[in-house]
């Protein structure tokens, strides 16, 4: 097995933004994924839990594919999200390769809930969507890599609470490195940010955490 494109730089910058956010909880059934959620929040969770949901604005980005990739990809199932960039050496890769353990223990014990996984890029100048088909399937060929515009990617990381910053080459470097937040979201299926899990990301408490979130989101 071959590694994916990694960078030259030994060192990363994180910046964690967590956004605590507003009210009621939700119901929904395998068959009825549309439904907007109205049943009471999970217990014992270690994940942050963001009761009702926080809406997330339209945008209109590119998967790996080079097809679109806007709100309605967010609908009917749901989807773990981070945000990073190929070349970030430590952080990233260690991130999506927990959350390719995390998503064979979920489509394993949970297959009837429909789940998707996320890498959307916070450097767009490097990660084209020919570089992240390189990257991103590395971890698990169901995973999506998204990229766009800094600017549209600028405006759904707000709308998500996360933040990115580019930084100047370092000397005698031509690469750079991107501080970034280091949490995986939960974006439910009403294109919702439902949950946040911050580091270290386990694989089995993402799973058990989800297993959690959803009998919640599925309750009468």
């Known amino acids: 097995m071959t590694t994916p494109p990694r960078s030259p730089l030994n060192r990363v910058g994180i910046v964690v933004l967590v956004a605590v ?3 009621v ?4 059934t395998a068959s ?33 594919h080079g097809g679109k990739f806007d709100a309605a990809r ?10 990073g ?19 064979e223990r979920i489509t394993a014990e949970l297959p009837q809930v429909p789940v ?34 800094d600017g549209d990617i ?12 580019a930084h100047d080459p370092l000397p005698g470097q031509t690469g750079y490195l991107v501080d970034h937040s280091s949490a995986m979201l939960l974006i439910n299926p009403e294109g919702q940010l439902q949950a946040l899990f911050r580091p270290p990301l386990l694989p089995q408490v993402i799973e058990a955490d989800f297993r959690k979130i959803v009998a919640a989101h599925n309750a009468p």
Request: proline fraction near 9%; hydrophobic fraction near 40%; aromatic fraction near 12%.
């Open 21 to 23: 956010l507003a009210a």
């Open 85 to 103: 960039y190929t070349y970030c050496p430590d952080v990233c890769p260690t991130t999506m390769a927990n959350m390719a353990q995390a998503y």
């Open 25 to 28: 909880a939700g119901v929904l």
């Open 154 to 165: 600028q405006s759904l990381t707000r709308s998500l609470g996360l933040i990115y910053k």
């Open 116 to 149: 998707q996984v996320v890498f959307l890029t916070v450097d767009p100048r490097r990660d084209t969507p020919e570089r992240l088909a390189q990257y991103v399937p590395f971890y698990n060929p169901d995973f999506v890599g998204v990229t766009g515009a």
């Open 32 to 64: 009825q994924l549309l439904r907007q959620p109205s049943g009471g929040a999970p217990t014992g969770l270690a994940a942050t839990y963001i009761p009702g949901g926080k809406p997330v604005g339209e945008f209109n980005l590119l998967d790996h």
């Open 74 to 83: 967010l609908r009917g199932k749901w989807t773990f999200l981070f945000a």
